[in-house]
């Protein structure tokens, strides 16, 4: 992989937040000490996560916290984007552990930006219901009023894009449904709690608000009038759907009336003032017409029913994952970004950007990270308003479908003993923010 992994990385602006992300579902474990949630029912189906694990121990966060916050504190980080699962939260005591680390946090000199919903929705709850969006709204209140005297910044979702897509059109994530197109109202209930968290979060005092989408650089396989008009819908389907009812509150064209009922009633709940927007990035995709097979998405395969496919990017090395290393899409998707939305779009958080490889000695990882951080500087060099950057991961994780055989972090977890071991992108990511800081 080419790199500048040699040179200093390019100062960035005082004030630029530096940050790692996990999620609640994927490194808690305790299982025992909350309520199921629709994950938890997923796996507990034959053949569903590739080594046929669950996220019950996990990483036993919840029991090692501290040791945890700890490895926050000695990295330097400015802030940790964890997640409030909203299954302990149902459960008796599941507060108090957000509270505990919380002020571990705060104790520690790392800003604490939890995320309300990671995809571990209650087992009893259901996103085709629009009554699940108020349930949210309900929750977020008790959460804000717990933790709102010392968490500033606050994320929505994470990643409605990919529930939608993978959990509820292609069955391949909890909580594992077939449905396709039909699928769409679940992204829309999603849409609408977001708006409504955003409202609760306001009456509760919150003045740092985001939501974290995913997106994707879509790059059409040839000029093919076809291969256009299916990375088109693949752009729409992705990135635009999730964009611009948040940012421009209104649906692509010809979308709203398949989002379901009162859709175009809720776009102005859903457009509510966000202060910043969160991008997740890892690689573009390159779609074309559809074909004898639809390709990957996420390194799960996509069905034949849908009308466009996604393509291999050739020429680029790949992670573990098999998704390839492209950085210069990350710049590319920052300055689209301010392109395509304008003043509309807010200052911008890269709340997740990450690889995975094996390995404690993980040089690839280090390859990645530079270079991806200095895609978001070449951005912010041609205007896009980056005011921060966090890697995904802290802890090697549950990785969803794929269980333990990806692994994304700083630190190696050894699952059998659950000792914690810094690697050497760890190291280096710890050497660039004080090289920032000096």
């Not at 940790?80 to 008796?92: A, L």
């Not at 990270?369 to 995904?392: E, S």
Request: hydrophobic letters at 40%; a negative charge; aromatic letters at 10%.
């Amino acid at each position: 992989m080419a790199t500048d992994a040699g040179t200093e990385i390019p100062r960035f602006p005082a004030g630029f937040l530096w940050g790692v992300s996990t999620s609640a579902h994927q490194i808690e474990g305790a299982a025992d000490l909350r309520e199921p949630s629709v994950w938890d029912v997923f796996t507990a189906g034959p053949g569903r996560v590739r080594d046929g694990s669950t996220a019950a121990v996990a990483c036993d966060h919840y029991h090692r916290y501290a040791e945890d916050v700890a490895l926050l504190a000695d990295l330097g980080v400015d802030a940790y984007r964890f997640s409030v699962s909203w299954p302990r939260v149902n459960s008796p005591g599941g507060l108090d552990f957000y509270d505990r680390l919380v002020d571990e946090l705060c104790a520690a000199g790392v800003r604490p930006v939890p995320t309300l919903f990671h995809w571990d929705l209650p087992a009893a709850l259901d996103w085709l219901e629009r009554d699940t969006a108020y349930r949210f709204a309900d929750h977020v209140s008790v959460v804000a009023d717990r933790l709102g005297d010392r968490v500033a910044t606050w994320i929505t979702l994470n990643e409605p894009a990919e529930h939608t897509l993978l959990g509820h059109a292609i069955g391949a994530h909890a909580p594992g449904r077939r449905l396709l197109f039909d699928a769409l109202p679940a992204a829309h209930h999603q849409l609408l709690a977001h708006g409504l968290a955003v409202r609760a979060l306001r009456a509760a005092g919150a003045a740092d608000i985001g939501i974290a989408n995913s997106h994707v650089p879509v790059w059409p396989a040839s000029g093919d009038p076809a291969d256009l008009a299916a990375a088109d819908l693949y752009d729409t389907l992705l990135n635009r759907l999730f964009a611009e009812p948040v940012l421009l509150g209104a649906y692509p064209e010809g979308m709203a009336e398949l989002m379901g009922r009162n859709a175009a009633e809720d776009l102005e709940v859903i457009a509510g003032p966000v202060d910043w927007y969160g991008v997740n990035y890892y690689a573009p995709s390159r779609v074309g017409a559809p074909g004898d097979g639809n390709g990957e998405y996420g390194g799960l395969e996509l069905p034949a029913e849908l009308p466009f496919s996604v393509r291999e990017i050739e020429g680029r090395p790949v992670t573990d994952f098999g998704w390839p290393v492209v950085p210069e899409g990350l710049t590319e998707l920052l300055t689209g970004l301010r392109d395509r939305y304008g003043d509309r779009l807010p200052p911008v958080l890269v709340t997740e950007n990450g690889c995975s490889y094996e390995g404690v000695d993980d040089q690839d990882r280090i390859a990645y990270l530079d270079a991806h951080i200095r895609a978001v500087h070449t951005a912010r060099a041609a205007g896009a308003d980056v005011r921060g950057y966090f890697v995904w991961s802290l802890l090697d994780n549950f990785e969803w479908a794929e269980g333990y055989t990806r692994r994304f972090g700083l630190v190696h977890v050894d699952y059998a003993t659950q000792t914690r071991t810094p690697k050497a992108s760890y190291h280096w990511y710890r050497e660039v923010l004080r090289a920032q800081r000096r």
